[in-house]
Nanobody, 116 residues
Framework: QVQLVESGGGLVQPGGSLKLTCTTS??????MTWHRQAPGKEREPVAA???????RYKDSVKGRFTISREGAGNTIYLQMHDLQPEDTGVYYCNFGFFSESLVAPWGQGTQVTVSS
C-alpha cells in the first residue's frame, strides 16, 4: 500500500516561512498536490505539480508558496513565505493534480500554525 509522509510544519509568526516535505513509497513520477484543512473547514487543494513540473496554485497563496519536486520520484516540497493566520491548518500531500480524484490513503499530515 502506498504511504505518504508529510513533515516540516510548526508554529510560526505572521510573515514567517516554513518548508514542507512530502515523501511517498510510490516511485513512478506522478501528479502531486498539497492540500490544506483549516480548522472547521473542508480540505482544499493549495498547490499542485505535474511530472514535468507544471504547477498550479490556489489564488490566495500565489506569489507566497512554491511547490517543487526532487529527483525521479515523488518527493515534493512546499516552500511557504509570508505566512498569514489564514494559512493555519493541517497540510497533506497526495496524488492527483489539484483534485482528490486519484488520492491514496491520506497520511497524518503536518500541522502549520501561524500566530503571534
Amino acid at each position: 500500500q502506498v504511504q505518504l509522509v508529510e513533515s516540516g510544519g510548526g508554529l510560526v509568526q505572521p510573515g514567517g516561512s516554513l518548508k514542507l516535505t512530502c515523501t511517498t513509497s510510490e516511485s513512478r513520477r506522478s501528479d502531486m498536490t498539497w492540500h490544506r484543512q483549516a480548522p472547521g473547514k473542508e480540505r482544499e487543494p493549495v498547490a499542485a505539480i505535474s511530472p514535468y513540473s507544471y504547477t498550479r496554485y490556489k489564488d490566495s497563496v500565489k506569489g507566497r508558496f512554491t511547490i517543487s519536486r526532487e529527483g525521479a520520484g515523488n518527493t515534493i516540497y512546499l516552500q511557504m513565505h509570508d505566512l498569514q493566520p489564514e494559512d493555519t491548518g493541517v497540510y497533506y500531500c497526495n496524488f492527483g493534480f489539484f483534485s482528490e480524484s486519484l488520492v491514496a490513503p491520506w497520511g497524518q499530515g503536518t500541522q502549520v500554525t501561524v500566530s503571534s
